[in-house]
């Protein structure tokens, strides 16, 4: 069965600084992998995903994520933070070569607190 | 484009009520899903359909049941509801399985705005 951890319930950056949220996963086939963003009292919106192909993939808003299969790690990056970036992430993952092809899982969320 | 819509947006049931959350998403995906979220837990899913027809066992699947009427509706129902039900339910869709670009394309999930449930 697939999962997917980020152990960071929370990670605390300056304005300007660089800032990483980390995600890794467990599957059985290939991972679909995804990062989210959830901003108070609304639904998810897609930050950016990795089919395939190349291994950093860019997202919204100056995201970018790398994918590391030797680590099975999919973490979040972006070289200059701003107050605005202040959000719970997600990361999930879909097995598509695992017997649930269409299952997808997240993980429990990563609070991201940018202070000025 | 109204997207994936769900309703009620609020509920309050007492212990032991039934109620139906309704999903309807209109991008023509073939896989919804409906999950709950709760607070230090992320989004654990509930149900998933692969495709019209189709349900299939998520997570944490105890006390809910789904149907997945036609292409655009897949409902979740809680039959007896308990406190321990109490959650923020969230309704998603995934388009094709084309691969598509990072920032589009297929298997892009699309949620809806989330429906609140308190079970007193």
């Known amino acids: 069965a697939q999962s997917v951890a980020q152990p960071e319930d929370q990670v605390n950056v300056a304005e300007g600084n660089p800032l990483t949220v980390k995600c890794t996963y467990s599957?059985?086939?290939?991972?679909?992998l995804f990062w989210y963003v959830q901003y108070p009292n609304r639904g998810l919106q897609f930050l950016l995903k990795?089919?395939?192909?190349?291994?950093l993939v860019k997202g919204s808003y100056g995201f970018e994520a790398e994918f590391n299969k030797s680590q099975t790690s999919f973490h979040l990056k972006k070289p200059s933070a701003l107050v605005s970036d202040s959000a719970l992430y997600f990361c999930?993952?879909?097995?598509?070569?695992?017997?649930?092809?269409?299952?997808?899982?997240f993980g429990s969320g990563t609070r991201l607190s940018i202070r000025p | 484009n109204a997207g994936v819509t769900q309703t009620p947006k609020f509920q309050v049931l007492k212990t032991g009520q039934s109620m139906t959350l309704q999903c309807a998403q209109d991008?023509?995906?073939?896989?919804m899903y409906w999950y709950r979220q709760d607070p230090g837990m992320g989004l654990r899913l509930i149900y998933y359909?692969?495709?019209?027809?189709?349900?299939d066992k998520g997570e944490v699947p105890n006390g809910y049941n789904v149907s997945r009427l036609n292409k655009r509706e897949f409902s979740l129902r809680l039959e007896s509801a308990a406190p321990s039900q109490t959650s923020v339910y969230f309704c998603?869709?995934?388009?094709?399985?084309?691969?598509?670009?990072?920032?589009?394309?297929?298997?892009?999930?699309?949620f809806g705005e989330g429906s609140w449930l308190t079970v007193v």
């Open positions: 998603a869709s995934r388009s094709s399985s084309n691969p598509g670009h990072s920032l589009r394309g297929g298997n892009t999930i699309y």
């Open positions: 599957v059985s086939g290939n991972p679909y």
């Open positions: 990795y089919i395939t192909g190349d291994n």
């Open positions: 999930a993952v879909r097995d598509v070569g695992g017997s649930s092809a269409s299952k997808i899982i």
């Open positions: 991008m023509n995906h073939n896989s």
């Open positions: 359909s692969a495709s019209e027809g189709t349900t």
